[in-house]
């Protein structure tokens, strides 16, 4: 599943080659979920805004349309200049816009839609996202109220429903849960504002780092992995030597990686890790 960094990076990709910029050829596939898109439609409309918001990708035209996508697991966007023949089938593009430099293709979307701004506003969905993380004016203290109305939700469930906080993905959650020694199977409830806090801060401190793209990187050291805990589940923690686990978790099974000794689900504290992070990652 694309985190909010993916997103905000496709966004940035695809303005300077969309933005200000006419469609002259356009073609769509319906997707599993949302409207069929009538291609033709978008041929001669000139676009206006390309924006992430949380894992929504939002193409907007001069005509108040909007062109909205969510990429799910499998996702993504793709840009060619004309002619370079494609990646992947054309089959999966679930929509491919042509400007008069580049062809963007969106491939297997989860959800591709084709709706009015007003429309968009409405999206019930969309209005209930969380704050989202990868904006530099997002303040993380208006992501606590929304998350103590989960009190017994367990946390690594909590920070990956974004009607609470959007953004972030199974690799931040375990990474961030890792580096603040929070537990994920903690309950919200049994977590203090501030270390709850300092959490959301570290989160959206290590995804706006990335956010230029590169390996997606939570450890900053000169050799070694750039990530904690994500994906090394049976390797050993590269702070206190256990193994690390896996296990699916919430009612979708994502997968939650943590090290049972750094972050064993006693009253958490962030002093220690926050100063390694500090430290490594100045
Ligand atoms: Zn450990």
Not at 38 to 53: F, M, N, P, Q, W
Not at 75 to 98: C, D, E, F, T
Request: aromatic content about 8%; glycine content about 8%; charged content about 25%.
């Amino acid at each position: 599943m694309p985190e909010g960094d993916t997103l905000y990076r496709i966004a940035n990709r695809l303005r300077p080659v969309l933005a200000g910029k006419t469609i002259f050829a356009a073609q769509a596939n319906p997707p599993r979920t949302g409207a069929m898109i009538d291609a033709e439609s978008l041929i001669g409309k000139r676009v206006a805004l390309v924006e992430a918001t949380g894992k929504h990708l939002l193409i907007t035209f001069e005509d108040r349309q909007v062109l909205h996508s969510h990429l799910g697991m499998t996702g993504s966007w793709h840009i060619y200049a004309p002619g370079q023949p494609w990646r992947k089938p054309s089959r999966r593009a679930g929509v491919a816009l042509a400007t008069d430099t580049h062809v963007t293709v969106n491939f297997s979307p989860k959800l591709l839609e084709l709706v009015s701004d007003k429309t968009m506003q409405r999206n019930s969905y969309l209005r209930r996202l969380g704050p989202d993380m990868m904006l530099a004016e997002t303040e993380v203290a208006d992501v606590l109220p929304r998350m103590r109305k989960f009190a017994q939700l367990p946390i690594g469930e909590a920070v990956m429903n974004q009607t609470l906080v959007a953004g972030i993905g199974n690799i931040y959650k375990s990474e961030s849960l890792f580096l603040a020694h929070i537990n994920p199977w903690k309950r919200v409830g049994h977590l203090d504002d501030e270390t709850l806090l300092d959490y959301l801060q570290l989160t959206k401190k290590l995804m706006r780092r990335n956010r230029h793209g590169g390996e997606r990187t939570t450890r900053f050291a000169p050799d070694g992995p750039r990530l904690w805990v994500y994906e090394r589940a049976g390797e050993r923690c590269l702070v206190c030597g256990e193994f690390i686990q896996i296990r699916r978790q919430g009612e979708q099974g994502r997968t939650t990686f943590w090290c049972p000794e750094c972050q064993e689900a006693e009253p958490a504290t962030m002093s220690k890790n926050l100063t390694r992070y500090g430290r490594s990652g100045s």
